[in-house]
Antibody, heavy 120, light 106 residues
Framework: QVQLVQSGAEVKKSGSSVRVSCKASGGAFSKWAISWLRQAPGQGLEWMGGIIPIFGTSNYAQKFQGRVTITADESTYTAYMDLARLTSEDTAMYYC?????????????WGQGTMVTVSS | EVVMTQSPATLSVSPGERATLSCRASQTVSNNLAWYQQKPGQAPRLLIYGASTRATGIPARFSGSGSGTEFTLTISSLQSEDFAVYYCQQYNVWPNFGGGTKVEIK
């Protein structure tokens, strides 16, 4: 059974950066499309971008272009999301999720979420 | 960007009753529409994709319909575990979500 396990909660200062990891167990990691999504407290879901490890290329939502970097390490079955220049508006739960067909459409298995809190 | 609008924001339903949730796209998304369920403190769970296909393990009381710009999620007989927030999501272009419908106990 595929599981995605994310790194722990983070507290960051405004202007700094954060890295969240997502480690997969089971399944053909390299062929998946792995996305990062976020959810601000009490709000809806927002797709930030994703990567297909076997191709190594990332795609980003326009809102996050230039501020987010998504990478993957096939040797450790781990995906990473780096978000720079944090503000209080980046306070949210961050999720990784995969698509087994290697396309950025639906999100089939989800990580447990990582809470990122940005304070001034 | 395709704007996804869900209605109502909150739906009050008694257990055993039918719930009908709506999702509208600002432009056609064909049948590239998914529904998710999210309970408090949990990650979302995929219910429906392709507008009407249930994901693995999803009970038959959940059904989806629609195409183009108008979509519906129906829960035929609400169980206690179905009270949650439901999101629609289009994937005709880059993915984005509606604002959600909270299904609460009446």
């Amino acid at each position: 059974q595929v599981q995605l396990v994310q790194s722990g909660a983070e507290v960051k200062k405004s202007g700094s950066s954060v890295r969240v990891s997502c480690k997969a167990s089971g399944g053909a990691f390299s062929k998946w499309a792995i996305s990062w999504l976020r959810q601000a407290p009490g709000q809806g879901l927002e797709w930030m971008g994703g990567i297909i490890p076997i191709f190594g290329t990332s795609n980003y939502a326009q809102k996050f272009q230039g501020r987010v970097t998504i990478t993957a390490d096939e040797s450790t079955y781990t995906a990473y999301m780096d978000l720079a220049r944090l503000t209080s508006e980046d306070t949210a739960m961050y999720y990784c999720a995969n698509n087994y067909d290697g396309v950025f459409d639906t999100f089939e298995t989800w990580g447990q979420g990582t809470m990122v809190t940005v304070s001034s | 960007e395709v704007v996804m609008t869900q209605s109502p924001a909150t739906l009050s339903v008694s257990p055993g009753e039918r719930a009908t949730l709506s999702c509208r796209a600002s432009q056609t998304v064909s049948n590239n529409l998914a529904w998710y369920q999210q309970k408090p403190g949990q990650a979302p769970r995929l219910l429906i994709y392709g507008a009407s296909t249930r994901a693995t393990g999803i009970p038959a009381r959940f059904s989806g319909s629609g195409s183009g710009t108008e979509f519906t999620l129906t829960i035929s007989s609400l169980q206690s575990e179905d009270f949650a927030v439901y999101y629609c999501q289009q994937y005709n272009v880059w993915p984005n979500f509606g604002g959600g419908t909270k299904v609460e106990i009446k």
